[in-house]
């Protein structure tokens, strides 16, 4: 009942619940993302300053 309420508010434009539906779901995925998205925009930032950049991830501990 409660996921048709919030298809149903996404659906809809430019309501309260429309606006907080969407917020959540880029926050969401954001969260995932986020931090993929960040390192290649900082690679590919430093790749047009001339830097060549090599990442390595750093075992768990």
């Known amino acids: 009942m409660l996921g048709q ?3 149903s508010a996404c ?3 430019d309501t309260y619940l429309a606006v ?3 917020r959540l779901v880029a926050r969401r995925f954001l969260e995932g993302a986020g ?4 390192t290649r925009r900082l690679v590919s930032q430093l790749n047009r300053l001339g830097d060549q950049v090599n990442l390595h991830p ?3 501990t």
């Open 5 to 7: 309420a919030a298809i």
């Open 11 to 13: 659906r809809t434009k």
């Open 20 to 22: 907080r539906y969407r």
């Open 35 to 38: 931090k993929t998205r960040a």
């Open 58 to 60: 750093v075992e768990a």
